[in-house]
């Protein structure tokens, strides 16, 4: 029988056996033939664009329920707006500048 670990709880975490213990590669490969499998045999689902756009509202409707978290979206977007804004306004103050200097020294000139 696997040995148990410890999992820095006090608790003990059974070892992993099986799938579980098998390096990534591995399972890939090996859910990579289920896949295939599923496709020669004519049971695999496939997403056709329709039912691809239902889920993706679906899942859209989830997340926009939790308030707190929209309320968190909205207050990134409008600091990241802000932030654009002002390095927008800075760069064309910053081009003022040297261009109204010269400005004046083809002004001199003519």
Same mark, same amino acid.
């Given at each position: 029988? #696997? ?6 709880? !006090? &608790?003990? =975490?059974? *070892?992993? +056996?099986?799938?579980? #213990? ?11 033939? &289920?896949?295939?499998? *599923? ?14 756009? /239902?889920?993706?509202?679906?899942? &859209?409707?989830? =997340?926009? +329920?939790? /308030? ?6 909205? /207050?990134?977007? &409008? ?7 002002? $390095?927008? $306004?800075? #760069? ?6 040297? !261009?109204?200097?010269?400005?004046? !020294? ?5």
């Amino acid at each position: 029988m #696997a040995t148990s670990k410890e999992n820095g709880k !006090g &608790g003990q =975490v059974p *070892a992993k +056996r099986g799938f579980a #213990a098998m390096d990534q590669n591995q399972q890939r490969e090996i859910a990579s033939k &289920g896949g295939q499998a *599923a496709h020669q045999k004519g049971t695999a689902h496939e997403f056709d664009s329709e039912e691809a756009r /239902r889920a993706g509202q679906k899942g &859209g409707e989830a =997340v926009s +329920r939790n /308030r707190a978290h929209m309320a968190d979206i909205g /207050r990134k977007g &409008g600091e990241s707006r802000q932030s654009a804004q002002r $390095a927008a $306004a800075a #760069a064309r103050n910053a081009g003022n500048r040297q !261009g109204g200097k010269e400005a004046e !020294g083809k002004q001199k000139d003519s």
